[in-house]
Nanobody, 117 residues
């Protein structure tokens, strides 16, 4: 079993910045993808950004040029630097660890990000 522990959420004014962190208790397989998803009230959970163990990244169009995902493989940790935050970024942000061979998915408990306008 793997636990994902997120931190760094909170309340920030529009235009401000936050940095989220997610630490995995262990990595089962070397090749994996770590990512951040978010879910706003009344909306479906959506991908924000993801990064593979090799460093390839993928971003939602709505956060490109504002958010940066990175990871420290030695610490089993993924980060999400969020700049120029907007009120529409308000959501619960979830960390996700996944692999394909064999397939598996783990989720963190979520951390609230609230952007006031």
């Amino acid at each position: 079993q793997v636990q994902l522990v997120e931190s760094g959420g909170g309340l920030v004014q529009a235009g401000g910045s936050l940095r989220l962190s997610c630490a995995a208790s262990r990595i089962i397989f070397r090749f994996n993808t770590m990512g951040w998803y978010r879910q706003a009230p009344g909306k479906q959970r959506e991908l924000v950004a993801a990064i593979t163990s090799g460093g390839s990244t993928n971003y939602a169009d709505s956060v490109k040029a504002r958010f940066t995902i990175s990871r420290d493989n030695a610490k089993n940790t993924v980060y999400l630097q969020m700049n120029s935050l907007k009120s529409e970024d308000t959501a619960v942000y979830y960390c996700r660890l996944s692999g394909t061979v064999p397939p598996y998915v783990y989720w963190g408990q979520g951390t609230q990000v609230t952007v006031s306008s």
